[in-house]
């Protein structure tokens, strides 16, 4: 049977400099998250590895995963953070492929003042430098950038594309249109993944509840099927609405009615095929 892999979570030493994103609202997240603490979530909830994402936008970041998951076999991948856009980002790249744990990289196209900056030439000459190094690279986007993704993937199809939180719907507004739509068209592309993951803080935090989640776990499953679906945490940022626990029991509850190897395929199979983790689940 596949492991059961958290296609996404984070780690960090808390620094107010370096984690401005975290604001008042977030403060619990104002602490330090390191592996012994996941860890010990994982375990409680029955999840064997896991793919640590970036939450900075430096080299440092990067390089400071990698080490983790050289010392923590149960650490699968990393997703981590490079300047794509950079002329002299393909020798970067080269010296980052030195290590086998990289599997993915991020930047984080939500923040960007230009909705379209995933579009802009330097941008693209960095996804045609990934090329053939079997990377993975995920999307981190709102729900209105979806069309910008749909072009994306148009434009670079031999790229493997995840897309991160379903594109941040308004769960908690209740508002499924043009989320479902364009995510729906964003599937169609063969390139693209998706996780489900992040999806309690689009919801309230406080009051959420699974029949609230389950229209758009429900959408996802439809655009994208059992194949190309990836089940996540996006530990430690959940904990503002959810234990780590309770996220699992929720997502495994509302996969109750798939198969068994529909299950599998989202649980782990599917993480471990898109993120090439076949030596280490």
């Known amino acids: 049977m596949v492991s059961c892999v958290d296609a996404h979570h984070h780690l960090w030493r808390y620094h107010p400099a370096e984690y401005g994103w975290i604001g008042e609202e977030m403060r619990s997240l104002r602490r330090d998250f390191l592996p012994p603490e996941l860890r010990e979530e994982m375990e409680s909830a029955g999840v064997h590895a896991a793919i640590c994402v970036q939450a900075r936008q430096t080299p440092a970041e990067t390089e400071w995963l990698l080490g983790l998951a050289a010392e923590h076999s149960w650490m699968a991948g990393v997703v ?14 080269e010296m980052l492929l030195r290590s086998a744990k990289l599997k993915g990289l991020r930047h984080v196209l939500q ?34 950038q979806l069309p910008v993704a749909i072009e994306l993937a148009d434009r670079h199809p031999e790229q493997a594309f995840v897309l991160d939180h379903l594109a941040k719907p308004k769960i908690a507004a209740g508002e499924m249109s043009p989320w479902h739509e364009q995510l729906r068209e964003l599937a169609r592309r063969p390139n693209v993944w ?11 935090w406080q009051r959420w509840t699974a029949e609230d989640l389950r229209p ?33 029991q929720m997502l495994r509850a509302w996969a109750r009615e798939l ?23």
């Open 194 to 204: 998706c996780k489900l993951s992040g999806m309690v803080t689009e919801a309230n």
């Open 259 to 281: 198969s068994a190897g529909e299950q599998e395929a989202i649980f782990g199979r599917n993480a471990a095929e898109v993120y090439r983790l076949e030596g280490n689940t």
């Open 111 to 144: 923040d960007e003042a230009d909705p379209a900056f995933a579009l802009r030439p330097e941008f693209e000459r960095g996804l045609r430098a990934m090329r053939g190094t079997g990377l993975v690279y995920d999307v981190l986007i709102f729900a209105p």
């Open 216 to 248: 758009y776990l429900d959408a996802a499953f439809e655009a994208f099927g059992p194949r190309r679906l990836l089940a996540g945490s996006d530990w430690p940022v959940c904990t503002v609405a959810s234990t780590y626990s309770r996220w699992w």
């Open 80 to 93: 981590g953070w490079a300047p794509i856009p950079s002329a002299d980002f393909p020798a970067q790249l």
